[in-house]
Each structure stands twice: as C-alpha cells, then as structure tokens.
C-alpha cells in the first residue's frame, strides 16, 4: 500500500508570512495533485503536476514535484487569512488516488 | 447538476441502525469514488466505480458497508448495524477522466449514537 506522509500536521501563521508544507513517499508517482479543503467542504483541486522537477506557480502559490516524483512541497507566499483550510496531496494507486494526512493552515489577521 | 450533490448533509443514528447515503454526480461523469474523512484528517478511500465495469470494494473496511451505481449515475452507500466508529464525514467525488481531477460533493456527516 503507498502512502503519502504530510507535514506539517498543523501550522498557526500570522498574516503575510511564508510557509511550505511537504508530501513524501516512498513509492514513485506519475502524478501529484494537491487540494485544498474548508469546513464543511469537500476538497477542491489546486493543481495537478506530472513531470519530474516541475514547478507551478498559481498566484501565491507554488507547487513543486520532486525529481524522483516521489515528493512534493507547496509553498504559500504572504499568507492571508483566506488560505486557512485543510491541504491534501493525492497521488494515484490503481486507477484512484490516495490522498495524504493532510495539513491543517490557520493564518491569524 | 452543476456539482456533485449528497444527501443527506447530516445524519445522526442509533448504533445497530442501517443508513443509506446518496451522491449524485455531475452528468457525463463516469468515474465515481466514495471516501471516509475521520476528524478532519485525511481521506480514506472506500469503493470507486467506472463505468459499467465492476466496482473496486478494495477499501470497505467491514462487510457492512456496500455500495451501487445504478443507471450508472446516482450512486447510495449503505452502512449496516452501524457502530460508533463509523461516525465520520463521508464524501463522493466524480471524475471525467478518471484520477486527473476529481470534483467532490460536500459530504455527509454521519454521527452514531
């Protein structure tokens, strides 16, 4: 069974800080998505990246696939409160994905 | 419809009760996938059908939870004699092209009692 580690599991930021979360695994991908997800919500997909080493920018936000496409990170840009929510990567296993342990954003005004 | 609809939003049971939880893709979709949220954490996949070929049940937890498709749209989950650890929020997803981008309703919060 392949498994996607987050981290951080939570993170508690002030309003115009940086911050980076991380997807790891031990197996290799052909693609990452990352989602994110608010209360009372179901996930909404951010973005999807499929080739090693790439790099996808999407405002603030930056995506990174890992070389070995086992890993990827999300970097947030002067946070502000409206990215708070749940961030999920997901990766593929048989014709479905996987999804992460998720990491939790507040962003404090 | 526009999105991916479920119903109900909530649902509060008795332990040892049966329910039935519904998810009505978007039209056209032929890839739909039924997962478990516990707690705001990750998501636990249950069961996905494509199309009319045979589901994969890889990830029911017990056999009492089952699932259909009919008419390859409307799918229903159903949770038999429920217990306390099936409390969780259950959310379907649709997809056109399979695991490239799944749309996912707002789920259903079980709560068993």
């Known amino acids: 069974t392949q498994l996607l580690e987050q981290s951080p599991q939570f993170l508690s930021i002030q309003e115009g800080e940086n911050l980076t979360v991380y997807c790891n695994s031990s197996s290799v991908f052909s693609s990452l998505q990352w989602y994110r997800q608010e209360p009372g919500e179901g996930p909404v997909l951010l973005v999807t990246?499929?080739?090693?080493?790439e790099v996808k920018k999407l405002k603030r936000l930056t995506f990174q696939f890992g070389d070995a496409r086992k890993d990827s990170s999300l970097h947030i840009t002067a946070a502000q409160p409206g990215d708070t929510g749940l961030y999920l990567c997901?990766?593929?296993?048989?014709?479905?994905?996987?999804f992460g342990t998720g990491t939790r954003l507040q962003v404090f005004p | 419809g526009a999105g991916v609809s479920q119903s109900p939003s909530n649902k509060v049971t008795e332990k040892g009760k049966d329910v039935e939880l519904r998810c009505d893709p978007i039209?056209?979709?032929?890839?739909l996938y039924w997962y478990r949220q516990s707690l705001g954490q990750g998501l636990e996949f249950l069961i996905y059908?494509?199309?009319?070929?045979?589901?994969?049940k890889s990830g029911l937890p017990s056999d009492r939870f089952s699932a259909e498709r009919t008419g390859g749209s409307v799918s229903t989950l159903t949770i038999q004699r429920t217990q306390q650890e099936d409390s969780a929020v259950y959310l379907c997803a649709s997809s056109q092209h399979g695991f490239y981008g799944y749309t996912f309703g707002s789920g259903t919060r079980l709560t068993v009692v």
């Open positions: 039209s056209g979709h032929t890839a």
């Open positions: 059908f494509q199309g009319n070929s045979a589901p994969d």
């Open positions: 997901a990766g593929e296993d048989t014709d479905k994905l996987i």
């Open positions: 990246v499929v080739t090693g080493g």
